[in-house]
Structures are given as C-alpha cells and as structure tokens.
C-alpha cells in the first residue's frame, strides 16, 4: 500500500488530508446527489458549470500539499527497491529463524486480505500444529485507523471489513477459539503492538499469510526480526492458486505479459489441479481449552473510525444490502453466478446486463477464496480443472481469465514492487507532464467525481460508484482513460479516489489498472458498443432517461440546442479528440524525456 517511504507527510498535513478523504469516501456520495440535483433543477445553461457553492465548500481547503496522493520516491530508488526485493529479504529472514519445538500456543494473525476461516491456508496449518501439540490456537487482528486512513480504504469496505471481522468471531467462538482484536493508534507500531500481545499471551508460534504490498512485507519482515528467539514465525501463500513469482519465462524471471501468464498458468493448474484443493476450517477446541482461554472471547469487534464512517444510516442500509459481508454471502453469490456464467463471455462487456461475478469486494477482503470459486468451477466443468477454451465452455474461460489477471497482478506487487510505491509499472510513464493544480484542472476533477463531465457513459460510471461503491469494469476502464488522457490530470488522484470510494479496493488490481496507456477510450463509440441500448446509461443518469435512440451517447452533439438545454445535463467538459491529441502528444514527449535520461 502506500508505504512509509513513498512520501513524508508532516503530522499537521496528515489532519488537513484527513478532510479530504472524508470528502473522497463519505461526503462524495452526498456531493454527487447534490450535484446532480443542482444538475436537475438549475437552467441549463447554469447546469453546465459544476455546482460553485460545493466547489468552493471542498475546494477551498484543497491546496498543494492535499494532493500528497501524487508523492513518491524517485526512479532511481524504485529500482534499487526492485533489485533487492523485500520479498527475498523476508523469505530469508523467515528461514534464518530457529526452530522452536516447544510448541506453547499457537497464533493466527488475520490480515484485511484473508478474512475468512474456511480455506484459509495458515489458519489451517496454525490449527494442524495446535491440534498436534495439544495447545490452544488463538486469532489475533490488529484494527489500526491510522492504516486505513493512509491507503485511502472507503467506507464502504471499512465496514464491509467490520463486519465481516463480527461474523469470523462469532464462527471461531462456535468452535471455542478465540478471536482477539487488538486496537494500535499508530500505523508504524503495528508490529510492536502484536508482539507484545503474542509475549502477554506466551504465543510461540505464529501463522499469517502472505501479502504482496510493499509496507505489508515489510511489516511481516519486522515482524520476523523483532520476535527472534521468542517466537516463530510462518508465512503462506493464501491469495492465489500459483504462487505468485513462480511463474517464470524463459529467462527465469517473472513473467509480466498476461498472455503467455495466462497459458501458463492453464497447463499449470489443468496438470495439477491438487492447486485448487480447499482446507478445511480450524478444528473446534475442547470446551476445557475454552475455559482455559475464557479472558479472550468477546473482544469487541472494531468500529470505522470517524473518517471512515457513512454519511448517512440510509448510505449504509444501500450498501449493506448491495454487499452482504461473510463467506457465506460470498458463497451464496457465486452459486448464483454459476447459473448465468454460460452468458459471461457474450455480455461481460455490457454493464446493462449486469453479468459479472460481482465477487471482487470478497476475493480482495479474502472473504471468499479464488480456490473455493475454482472449486465450484470443477463441479461445474464435470470435475476438470482444464479451462482451456478447447476444453470449456466459452463463459467459463472468459472467467478464469479474468482471475488469472488478478493472479498476474500479485505476482507484479511481488517481482515489481515498485508499483505499490505510487509509480507506473512502465516508469517511462513517470516523466509524463500531468496538467497543473490549476482552477481548471479542480473543475475539471471536481465534473469527473460527480459525474457531470457531460459524457454520459463517463457520468454513468462514475454515479454508478457512488452509490454503490463500485464500477462495472468496462466503465473502470472508460472513466480511468477519461480522467488522465482527456482531463490529463495524473492518474493517481484517480486511483486514490477509486481506493476512497470502491468497496473492493484492491492495491494490486487498481494500481495496474490506472497504469497509464496510450489506448484512449472514445466515450461514445464504447457505449455504443457495450451499451447498445443506452439502458446503463439512462439508469444512472436520469437527466436523459427519456432521450430517444442513439442521442443519449452524446446528447449535445445530437440533439438540437433547446432539445439538449430542456436536459438540465452539461455539456461535454473537454474536446474529446483535441484532448486525445494533447494526451498523445505529451505522453510522447514524457516518453523521449525517459529515453533522454
Ligand atoms: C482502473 C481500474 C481499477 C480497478 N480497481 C480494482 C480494484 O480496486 N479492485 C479489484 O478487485 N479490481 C479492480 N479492477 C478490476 C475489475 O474492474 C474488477 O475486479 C471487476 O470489475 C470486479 O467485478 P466482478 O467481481 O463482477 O468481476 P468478474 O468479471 O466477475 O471477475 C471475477 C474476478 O476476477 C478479478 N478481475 C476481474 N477483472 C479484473 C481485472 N481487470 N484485473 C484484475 N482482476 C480482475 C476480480 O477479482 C473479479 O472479482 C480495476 C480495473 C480498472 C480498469
């Protein structure tokens, strides 16, 4: 996630910055509403301006020093961070330690990527060692504010997590083991604040699973060199079915082209598909070790802190409802997915249909995991793991692939870890000259957050976030091209306000999907194609709800004037292809100033 050294931020800008995210992940649904109210009621011509009283309200506190978003380590850094990954760094450490074979209790440390207690791999091996020793396993989270203030997490997926941490609770209670959260104030004392509860508790041993993000191996590298002698430590892959940074080109590097990851990782799974075996959950504790344990059950469970909390009860019932926490919810949605997965290949595309999956919040709070979604595949695939396309059906296919890019993607968090340190994967990218903080670029920010850029397919995408914390990906894709080749404001304010708002944030899958590009999307030509009907469109933009055929792609230039002023909808924002000339052009010059270097 961001980690420490990506930039420094002083204490009293951290406060200032803290506004702005309330303003990103709570207030934003309540400004969108109010823009678009604004939008509805005010004349047209007034309705193409973004609406100045809430500008003013936000943007007056907005200063240079609020875009600490943009802030990273330098070229040179970044690659001496990729040339000693701390990856191998923490996978030495974990091999230096000495065995201890007292074995005193056992400890799972939970993570915000593996909320779940069915096939959770170290939950599991923590519980096979505690059963054989005969000793307590006990679980541990440590809630630290401070973290999720500093990735930019949402609200929505704050309490998705809280109260997916109550149901894993209450699941572990049922089988007389503890779940203990601890609370830590301070984002750099998160290790301190475990280890000293792991010696309270005589912990000797201690499971986690691995997470790929740059800070998060650090802390687990910390976490190793701080406990020495006392405790030891393991560590497994958990997110993934390939572990990732095994898969290799011919070289005997990670492979970074999704393609021939793709196929490899098909032969992979199709010849050992022992890769998607599930692991039972924890076995139940005796009532004895129970009592034993009795000072632990009963930790109140972590409330969103302040600025992570909902705007409204009404915000919270809509996105509860829309996101049921718990692997069981998860469960439920995938074995309602399975029933229209013969339609995914032909209709992914088109968020009208409403076709995909919609498991992304619970694959990235580990609520759900990808093997458990693989093994329902098999099932349905007549028990093979080959999903080859020769060897599936066209739906099943299409939807491993897009699971393997999420596999592809923790493998670069690991190999290039320079792209969770705010820099593009293709640093070439880093030299791009964004547009300056300037009046201009705030409005055009300020139309591009509340959906009101007078695009309408960029507009729908962007309310459709809003209110429901998340975004069909065909509209990511849309609405991510717009903002840095059509505004070219730099694409990380974009990607931190995707982290603020989405309710399945995920630092690997949305920091490779902002990766700048010289692809621009044309708005109107993708909805044409993706929303044939305009049916996406008129749902979320109800301004144009009633405006007839292909008019509602682009209203302004197809309506007659006074047709397009009755809308109360504003005009388009930018010139689409002056705006995709200017991208291309600076992006070229970002490109020569890299090879100049
Ligand atoms: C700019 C941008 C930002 C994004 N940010 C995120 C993010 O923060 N979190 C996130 O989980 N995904 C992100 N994605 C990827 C993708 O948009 C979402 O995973 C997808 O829309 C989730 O809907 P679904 O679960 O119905 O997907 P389905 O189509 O059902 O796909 C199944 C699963 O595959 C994975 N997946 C699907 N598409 C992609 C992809 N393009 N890249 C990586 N994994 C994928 C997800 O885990 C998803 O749940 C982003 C894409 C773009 C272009």
Known sequence: ??????????????KISVKRL????LAQIRAFRHATQVQTKASPKKSTKPDKALSKAKMSKRTSYEHSELGHTTIKRAKQVDENLPYDQLREALGAQDEIKDVRKVAHWFHSKDLRIQDNTALHHASELAQSAKKPLVCVYVNCAADESWHGTSAARVDFMCEGLKIMQKELKEINIPLVFLECEDRKKIVETVIAWFKEQNVSHVFGNYEYEIDEMRRDLELVNSTGRD?????YHDQTVVEPGTMLTGAGTPMKVFTPFFKAWLDRVGSEPELLDTRPPPAAHPSSMKKELKHLFDTPAPKPAKDKQFATTED???IRKLWPPGHAAAEKRMDSFLQQIPDYASTRSNPAANSTSRLSAYFSAGMYSVRSALQKLVDYNSGSADFTATSTQAGVHAWVRELVFRELYRQTSLATPHTSMNLPQNLNFTHIQWRQHDDDAETAWHKWITGTTGEPFIDAGMRQLASEAYMHNRLRMNVSSYLTSNLLLDYRRGERFFAETLIDWDLANNTLGWEPSYTVFNPVSQAER?????????????E????????VFAPHARLSRSEFERLGYPEPCVDWKASKERCLKRFKEGARRAADE
């Not at 309330?22 to 992940?25: A, Q, V």
């Not at 405790?231 to 560590?235: G, M, P, R």
């Not at 144009?544 to 008019?551: H, P, S």
Request: hydrophobic share 40%; no cysteine; charged share 25%.
């Open 1 to 14: 996630m961001f980690p420490v050294e990506r930039i420094s931020v002083p204490q009293t800008i951290l």
């Open 22 to 25: 309330r303003f990103g992940s």
């Open 231 to 235: 405790v030891q430590v393991s560590l």
């Open 316 to 318: 919270q019932k809509r």
């Open 530 to 542: 993706n929303d044939p009907e305009g049916a996406y469109i008129r749902k979320w933009v109800p």
């Open 544 to 551: 144009l709800r009633d405006v007839q055929g292909k008019a």
